[in-house]
T-cell receptor, first 113, second 112 residues
Framework: GAVVSQHPSRVICKSGTSVKIECRSLDFQATTMFWYRQFPKQSLMLMAT?????????EQGVEKDKFLINHASLTLSTLTVTSAHPEDSSFYICSAIDAYEQYFGPGTRLTVT | RKEVEQDPGPFNVPEGATVAFNCTYS??????FFWYRQDCRKEPKLLMS???SGNEDGRFTAQLNRASQYISLLIRDSKLSDSATYLCVVNMPASGTYKYIFGTGTRLKVLA
C-alpha cells in the first residue's frame, strides 16, 4: 500500500513558540491531504483539508491563523502550530488519498510545556 | 447531532465471542464508508471498506444500511489480538469536495 510519512514523530516545545509538522506521500502524489488531531481517549477530529496549490479548508472551530497549512507540492503538506500553548498538546495525524483509499501518517505527538 | 456516532464502549468479551459494532451517520449524501482499527498511540489502519451489498473478510463482516444511515461491523471468533479501538469513517461531500469524518470509536477488549 501507499506510504505516508510525518516528521517529527515527537516534539516538545515551550509555550509561545511555533512548531512545523511535515506530511509526505512517499510513493504517490496527493492533491488532497487531511490533518487530524486526537486528544487522549478521543477520536480523530478533522482540522482541515489541505489542497495542493490552493488554500486549505478549515473545519468549524479551527483557527486558520493558528494552524497554518501549506501544500506546496503534490507530495508535501505542512502544518505549523503558531504560538503554541499547552492546550495544543495533542497527537496530530495527516492522511492522503491514493486510489480512493486513505493512508495515514504515523502521527506527531506534540507536547507544549 | 454529531456527523458520525458510535457507542464508545468498552466492549469486554471473552475469546471466541462474536461482537458487533454499529455506527450512524447524519449526512444522507455520504458516499463511502470504512472501518479502521487503531491500537493505542498508533495511527489508524484500514480494516475494511463497507459496500452496499455487505462484505466479508475472514472473521470480519461489514454491512451498510443506507435507508437507516448506519454501518455495522461484526467480528466472529474474537482473538486477544482484536483488542483495539474500532473507528468508523464516513466520506461525505463538503463544499464541492469531500472529507472523511471519524466516529468517536468503540473500544474492544477481548479477554482470555
Amino acid at each position: 500500500g501507499a506510504v505516508v510519512s510525518q516528521h517529527p514523530s515527537r516534539v516538545i516545545c515551550k509555550s509561545g513558540t511555533s512548531v512545523k509538522i511535515e506530511c509526505r506521500s512517499l510513493d504517490f502524489q496527493a492533491t488532497t491531504m487531511f490533518w487530524y488531531r486526537q486528544f487522549p481517549k478521543q477520536s480523530l477530529m478533522l482540522m482541515a483539508t489541505s489542497n495542493e496549490g490552493s488554500k486549505a479548508t478549515y473545519e468549524q472551530g479551527v483557527e486558520k491563523d493558528k494552524f497554518l497549512i501549506n501544500h506546496a507540492s503534490l507530495t508535501l503538506s505542512t502544518l505549523t502550530v503558531t504560538s503554541a500553548h499547552p492546550e495544543d498538546s495533542s497527537f496530530y495525524i495527516c492522511s492522503a488519498i491514493d486510489a480512493y483509499e486513505q493512508y495515514f501518517g504515523p502521527g506527531t505527538r506534540l507536547t507544549v510545556t | 447531532r454529531k456527523e458520525v456516532e458510535q457507542d464508545p464502549g468498552p466492549f469486554n468479551v471473552p475469546e471466541g465471542a462474536t461482537v458487533a459494532f454499529n455506527c450512524t451517520y447524519s449526512n444522507s449524501a455520504s458516499q463511502s464508508f470504512f472501518w479502521y482499527r487503531q491500537d493505542c498511540r498508533k495511527e489508524p489502519k484500514l480494516l475494511m471498506s463497507v459496500y452496499s451489498s455487505g462484505n466479508e473478510d475472514g472473521r470480519f463482516t461489514a454491512q451498510l444500511n443506507r435507508a437507516s444511515q448506519y454501518i455495522s461491523l461484526l467480528i466472529r471468533d474474537s482473538k486477544l489480538s482484536d483488542s483495539a479501538t474500532y473507528l468508523c469513517v464516513v466520506n461525505m461531500p463538503a463544499s464541492g469536495t469531500y472529507k472523511y469524518i471519524f466516529g468517536t470509536g468503540t473500544r474492544l477488549k477481548v479477554l482470555a
